[in-house]
T-cell receptor
């Protein structure tokens, strides 16, 4: 069992639909990051959330950090084919110093 | 700025062979990391180096060794490759040597990856 559980693992939707990806844990994180990874490339950071209850928006992407800092969600409005990729959440535990803990990832495909 | 670079991009080894994966960053970052990525597992930390001259084990260090050659370079060595080490390997770097109060200093920047197959 992973410390950070992402759901769903796979998601295939039509262009224009909305979707939400979840990242859950029983542990408390000092911060949580969301990355997007495209085939053949390394992950690229999208956002970092730090405060419990925090909401950040990046164009059509909305990120929320849970009040208890144990979970996070990523909501995409009106998905486009360019949103296709692997979405990864990663948390920094309070006593982990340098080490990020990654979730298993959500593979999103947006069909035109 | 090239960011984080990795060589080689692809490699095929036979069981028992050795090789070194190279990583370099030009962002003057303090911390560097080696991860492996397997389907459905996300990224798992192999080793990291919080600053030049220090290295520490991550979640899955067995079968690997690392060297922080200088502030720019962090290499990963497989002494005797096994099929279980077939994976995609990513190097990453971060500005802060430890947890920083500044969000930007905690962000990790990744290289393009090395796809390794061990037969």
């Amino acid at each position: 069992t992973q410390l950070l559980e992402q759901s769903p693992q796979f998601l295939s939707i039509q262009e224009g639909e909305n979707l939400t990806v979840y990242c859950n844990s029983s542990s408390v994180f000092s911060s949580l990051q969301w990355y997007r990874q495209e085939p053949g490339e390394g992950p690229v950071l999208l956002v970092t959330v730090v405060t419990g209850g925090e909401v950040k928006k990046l164009k059509r992407l909305t990120f929320q950090f849970g009040d208890a800092r144990k979970d996070s969600s990523l909501h995409i409005t009106a998905a486009q084919p360019g949103d296709t990729g692997l979405y990864l959440c990663a948390g920094l535990l309070y006593n982990a110093g340098n080490m990020l803990t990654f979730g298993g990832g959500t593979r999103l495909m947006v069909k035109p | 700025n090239a960011g984080v670079t990795q060589t080689p991009k692809f490699q095929v080894l036979k069981t028992g062979q050795s090789m070194t994966l190279q990583c370099a960053q030009d962002m003057n970052h303090n911390s560097m990391y080696w991860y492996r990525q397997d389907p459905g597992m996300g990224l798992r930390l192999i080793y990291y180096s919080a600053s030049e001259g220090t290295t520490d084990k991550g979640e899955v260090p067995n079968g690997y060794n690392v060297s922080r050659l200088n502030k720019r370079e962090f290499s990963l060595r497989l002494e005797s490759a096994a099929p279980s080490q077939t994976s995609v390997y990513f190097c990453a770097s971060r500005k802060a040597p430890g947890t920083s109060g500044r969000i930007r200093d905690n962000e990790q920047f990744f290289g393009p990856g090395t796809r390794l197959t061990v037969l």
